[in-house]
């Protein structure tokens, strides 16, 4: 389906640009979200006649948008969550939770507005971007921990998730001592055999 864009849209073209997109896509996305319109003879002369609106707003949009990346920074969220030893959550954090996070100074930032390739399902600092305007992205960091007290050690650069019984693990030691147990082991089983021959 050929359709005229809207807005710019990552990845598909400029504002005012006439694109190829499957029927699906165009239906189900971007012509419900006003991304996008029919590519006929009427829409493009409505959209010529629109041109200079459009483009005002956008650069409204995109202005305010910067102000709102400004305030945000390089910021770094603290999500506590409940986690194993090795640091695999129960749970996950999702972009609801984020967008949460980040709402708390203040800021107003929508869900749909965080982009993750995946939910974030173990503890560290997790790297997230935020897509403001479609020419408008930054990255925070989710610091997601036990507790803010790991927080603030895994800020530091500290690995939470080693944990006592690894540190003292002396690996040498431990492996002499499973060899150890090993051959008395195979030294019983060879003798039960030699009762059972006799």
Same mark, same amino acid.
């Given at each position: 389906?050929?359709?005229?864009?809207?807005? &710019?849209?990552?990845?598909?073209?400029?504002?005012?640009?006439?694109?190829?997109?499957?029927?699906?896509?165009?239906?189900?996305?971007?012509?419900?979200?006003?991304?996008?319109?029919?590519?006929?003879?009427?829409?493009?002369?409505?959209?010529?006649?629109? &041109?200079?609106?459009?483009?005002? &707003?956008?650069l409204e949009a995109k202005?305010?948008a910067e102000a709102l990346?400004?305030?945000?920074?390089?910021?770094?969220?603290?999500?506590?969550?409940? #986690?194993?030893?090795?640091?695999?959550?129960?749970?996950?954090?999702?972009? &609801?939770?984020?967008?949460? #996070?980040?709402?708390?100074?203040?800021?107003?930032?929508?869900?749909?507005?965080?982009?993750? #390739?995946?939910?974030?399902?173990?503890?560290?600092?997790?790297?997230?971007?935020?897509?403001?305007?479609?020419?408008?992205?930054?990255?925070?960091?989710?610091?997601?921990?036990?507790?803010?007290?790991?927080?603030?050690?895994?800020?530091?650069?500290?690995?939470?998730?080693?944990?006592?019984?690894?540190?003292?693990?002396e690996f040498e030691e431990?492996?002499?001592?499973?060899?150890?147990?090993?051959?008395?082991?195979?030294?019983?089983?060879?003798?039960?055999?030699?009762?059972?021959?006799?």
């Amino acid at each position: 389906m050929e359709i005229i864009l809207m807005e &710019r849209i990552a990845k598909l073209g400029q504002m005012g640009d006439i694109v190829s997109v499957r029927d699906g896509y165009a239906r189900n996305y971007l012509l419900p979200q006003g991304k996008a319109i029919r590519a006929n003879a009427a829409n493009k002369a409505r959209f010529e006649a629109e &041109r200079a609106q459009l483009e005002a &707003r956008n650069l409204e949009a995109k202005s305010e948008a910067e102000a709102l990346a400004e305030r945000i920074g390089e910021k770094t969220v603290v999500l506590i969550r409940a #986690a194993s030893e090795t640091g695999q959550m129960y749970g996950s954090v999702s972009t &609801r939770d984020l967008a949460t #996070a980040i709402s708390e100074d203040g800021l107003t930032i929508d869900r749909t507005q965080v982009s993750l #390739a995946r939910p974030i399902k173990t503890l560290g600092l997790h790297e997230v971007t935020l897509v403001l305007h479609p020419e408008v992205e930054l990255t925070v960091t989710a610091n997601v921990a036990r507790s803010e007290d790991e927080a603030e050690r895994q800020a530091a650069g500290e690995d939470v998730n080693v944990t006592e019984r690894d540190e003292g693990f002396e690996f040498e030691e431990d492996l002499e001592l499973d060899e150890e147990l090993l051959e008395e082991i195979e030294g019983e089983e060879e003798e039960a055999t030699e009762e059972e021959a006799e």
